[in-house]
């Protein structure tokens, strides 16, 4: 990956633990650079990159096992510091002539870790630690030149060293939060023993992406599809600063929208940014290919190709627009908001899981079809390091913090055929629920917040009349990456107001559930 030579690096071999991306944020966290590259990366590439440090990750396998992750072995003969955690540790002692056995015994949990012997690493940490373990393999008698740091109740090598060659070990995880003090520890290795500058913020990502940016672009011209999604807007506010009017950002009105959406993006991006920008209300073309769809996977499939059209439609409409200053260029570049987590997934050894739920609508099929260039600037930054940039481009916080929101839009919360009435009541039912939840500050707390329509009407009574109305579903949920989730225990007073919002003020809804479902075994999106 293109990163700017001058800055401090940490490489992380990734042997497919489910803590690899933590501990490159961890890293991060002490502002200095990380990169997670595939576990059997040669030695003379893994030199090349010139890292001031190299961490080997856990991963479920035993060292023993037939197909095992193996490690270049001259990786500890490059004079760079390593710290090997869990099976990173086993590796270590495995290849250096130590013994690794698998005892039987798994020791998982929390435990306490009493320092034998001083080491730069626990510098400043006191002789007992709360630690976090999860492992099966044991590591029985050291390389030679290795010395034991610390013991835990279970094993008597949990932290070991060769400060000689600069070779470190842990049996547990320091970057868990249940390892509390884990971060002074990875502070000690990344600063005091790799010598890392803390160099990497987010002030110095936005020069150089820029820089990087207008060296890959030249005098080119960018096309990029604005959802008003954080990575878009995020993405369209960098290339802004980058290139200025070389961008040009296409927002597609799919008519699917949550209320007043299109009025908040022209605003934020057409009046203050006055970044050029193509509005395009295709609410007519999708919602009369949506007629009589019921279907949830049809739905998706419809609004996904939809999509492409419209874009393809707008680029080419724009090329041909007489008088405005982008006549003269088709666009050679498409810019993605592709963010670090989805590039480590082509890198990990875990792959893709193999499933499709739900198909996932992006703009995927483009940069084949109209022989695009793809500008990714985001490409190096987890979620919360693009929420930082976002901010500190002057982007509000009611862009840089919002709820995720599916593409295929309010169609997958309408159940049944999606109609201009029954997207009108979902929008007033949605308004209100965001403006309770952000009035009870609880919206900036939780994953996402919003109403779901039934096809389903239920007997009420308003006044002294009988009605049979149609009934909304409230979805509040916590997630750290969408994967999984948990309902929010909102306070009752909260749900109460909203359900008598709703049913109060939304024409054509007598009846509020709550939905107490998690992930899995529901999803978060009811279609
Ligand atoms: P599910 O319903 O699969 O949703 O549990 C997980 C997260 O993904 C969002 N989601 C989507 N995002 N395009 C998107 O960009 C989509 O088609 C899509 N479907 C679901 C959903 O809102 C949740 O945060």
Redesign the pocket.
Same mark, same amino acid.
């Given at each position: 990956m293109a990163d700017a030579p001058t800055h401090s690096k940490i490489l992380i071999l990734d042997f497919g633990s489910q803590y690899t991306q933590v501990i490159a944020r961890r890293v991060r966290e002490c502002q200095v650079y990380s990169e997670i590259v595939r576990f059997d990366t040669p030695a003379a590439e893994i030199a090349a990159l010139k890292p001031n440090g190299l961490i080997l990750s856990g991963g479920p396998a035993s060292v023993y096992d037939k197909g095992a992750p193996q490690i270049d072995p001259e990786i500890f003969l490059l004079g760079v510091p390593v710290l090997g955690i869990c099976y990173g540790l086993m590796l270590m002692a495995h290849h250096l002539g130590g013994k690794v056995v698998f005892t039987g015994r798994r020791e998982y949990g929390a435990g306490g870790l009493h320092i034998k012997n001083r080491s730069e690493l626990f510098a400043g940490l006191g002789s007992q630690l709360d630690v976090w373990n999860s492992h099966g393999d044991e590591v029985t008698a050291l390389p030679k030149g290795f010395r034991v740091v610390g013991t835990t109740e279970g094993c008597d090598f949990a932290a070991v060293e060769d400060p000689q060659r600069k070779l470190y070990g842990l049996q547990f995880h320091p970057e868990v939060v249940h390892t509390p003090r884990g971060k002074e520890i990875l502070q000690n290795f990344v600063y005091h023993i790799c010598h890392c500058a803390m160099d990497w913020t987010m002030g110095s990502f936005i020069e150089e992406a820029c820089a990087r940016v207008r060296k890959q672009v030249g005098a080119d011209k960018v096309v990029l599809g604005l959802s008003g999604?954080v990575d878009s807007s995020v993405t369209a506010a960098l290339l802004h600063k980058a290139i200025g009017d070389q961008l040009t950002c296409i927002f597609v009105n799919n008519g699917l929208l949550r209320a007043r959406e299109e009025e908040i993006v022209q605003r934020v991006f057409g009046e203050n940014f006055h970044v050029q920008l193509k509005y395009v209300d295709a609410s007519e073309r999708f919602l009369s290919k949506l007629r009589g769809v019921t279907d949830p996977e049809q739905k998706?499939k419809i609004i996904?190709n939809e999509f492409i059209r419209v874009f393809e439609d707008a680029i080419i409409d724009l090329a041909k627009t007489n008088g405005s200053p982008i006549t003269d260029h088709k666009f050679r570049f498409l810019a993605q908001g592709t963010l670090y987590p989805d590039v480590i997934e082509s890198v990990s050894i875990q792959g893709n899981p193999a499933q499709v739920?739900?198909? /996932? /609508?992006?703009v995927g099929g483009l940069p084949e079809k109209m022989h695009f260039e793809l500008v990714e600037p985001l490409r190096q930054l987890f979620k919360d390091e693009v929420r930082q940039v976002g901010l500190q481009l002057g982007l509000p916080k009611e862009i840089v913090y919002r709820?995720?929101?599916?593409?295929?839009g309010l169609a997958?919360r309408i159940l049944g055929e999606v109609t201009p009435e029954r997207l009108s009541i979902l929008r007033e039912a949605d308004t209100i629920v965001q403006s309770e939840m952000e009035a009870a500050d609880w919206y900036y707390k939780v %994953?996402?917040s919003f109403a779901v329509l039934l096809p389903v009407q239920s007997v009420g009574v308003m006044g002294d009349q009988r009605t049979y109305e149609n009934t909304v579903v409230l979805r509040i949920v916590e997630?750290q990456d969408?994967?999984t989730?948990d309902w929010v225990r909102v306070p009752y007073e909260l749900l109460a107001r909203i359900s008598g919002r709703i049913s109060n003020e939304v024409k054509g809804v007598n009846r509020v559930c709550y939905d107490i479902s998690s992930?899995p075994p529901?999803?978060?999106? %009811?279609e």
């Open positions: 999604g998706r996904g739920i739900k198909s /996932h /609508h992006n709820q995720p929101f599916p593409g295929p997958v %994953w996402q997630s969408g994967m989730a992930k529901s999803t978060i999106e %009811w």
